[in-house]
């Protein structure tokens, strides 16, 4: 294309509102970044067809990653950035995309059609047109692509990367995967994606991270730090500038507990941004560790808990499902903690319910049938002695119940730190009901029509 064809048109170029040139410009790496080499890697890699997409929760390094990656001259192609925010109408993604692209050094013609509202037909065909005619791939990168959520905007920016021939790539930063963009393109295998687990930093790269802010950890002290972080980029920096100020062995000792300004963060960026429902329901399911629908609806007293958690598992809401049990989902530790925090600051009245509720679900179902029929014996797990205790006492033996619930407190120290607030509730509930029959002077006889699930 000649220079002579180089501009837009007036019509779009003056269209109301000043351009902000912030929304056009890449973002500058912080002082400290870790060069993520398997991550620019996968960017580079995923070129190779139309559409990338890099999804993961707030503070996951998403736009860090892509502004560090053109930093680093990786990019195979003329890049042109533009960050989005939920005021952007359609004109004006369509203004902005067009100023990002002539700002970038991408050629279009001075014919582009005139921008009107709604967007027309020719304009994209025209903006298409002028992309298949470059020479050389051109990558638009929009970040925070979560703020578009119009069906229009969606199918035209479609249209666009269809009819720009294999001239256009977009690469999107985003809390959610557009499932109108990728869907179809994931089918016919002209999607890339970069995902939660690919963002989450693993030990050589959090040993970087942390040896930038001048702090070296012991093998142990990892190993201490890791399960409370996993890998996600803004709590492993706030850790960082945490642990500069205090003894290392003390600070990861202490968690749980999280820091004032990573607990603000979360409470702003997951919490209140939520609608009034979905931030109850995640307040109220807080109070145990990894939840099922079936657990979700119990707490809540709803019947939503199945939408509710694929919806924030899919939102990348710090919420993920598990792979065991199938249909489980559990809270990133931090947030865990966050949001009892908030429960307690919010409804303090309300988490002794809670916990009642959860232990009472969660003895319920201490008798699968399978495991009423094979009562577990393995000497070393203490859930499985709750679940014995719980079937000792269905049989009227309520010395061995009570034997059996000596041996899992005495166990408690082994229980998986995810599964320990609804091991405590289960526990508690077993004995309360053990207290409370002895109290009346019940015998094990007398026991033998009583049910745990019956209180």
Known sequence: MTASAVGVTTALLDAPGPLLSAKLSVPKPRELVVPRRRL??????????????????PGSGKTTLVASWIAHELAPGTVAWLTLDEGDTPSTFWRYVVESLRRHGVELPSDLGALRRPIERPFLEQLATALADCHGPVILVLDQFESITSPALLRDLDFVLTNAASELRLVLTTRSEPRALASRRSLRGELSRIGTADLAFDR????????????????KLLDGLEPHVQGWAAGLRMCATALRRQDPAGFIASLPSVPTGLADYLVEEVLDRRPGPVREFLLQTSVVDRLCPDLADALTGGTRGADLLARLARENVLVEAVDQPPGWYRFHPMLAEVLRVELRRRHPDTVADLHRRAACWFASRLAFAPVLENPPTDADDAMAHVVAASVAMTASDLDLAIARLDR?????????????????AAVALVRSVIDRRLIAGETPRSMAQGRVSGI
């Not at 890697?41 to 993961?56: A, F, H, I, K, Y």
């Not at 899992?408 to 405590?424: G, H, I, K, Y």
């Open 408 to 424: 899992a407190e005495a166990l408690a120290a082994t229980v998986p730190a995810e599964d320990r607030s609804v091991f405590d």
């Open 204 to 219: 050589h790269e959090a040993e970087a991270l942390l040896a930038q802010h001048g702090i070296h950890l012991t093998p």
């Open 40 to 57: 620019f890697e996968q960017l580079t890699e995923g070129l190779s067809r139309p559409l990338t997409v890099v999804s993961g929760p």
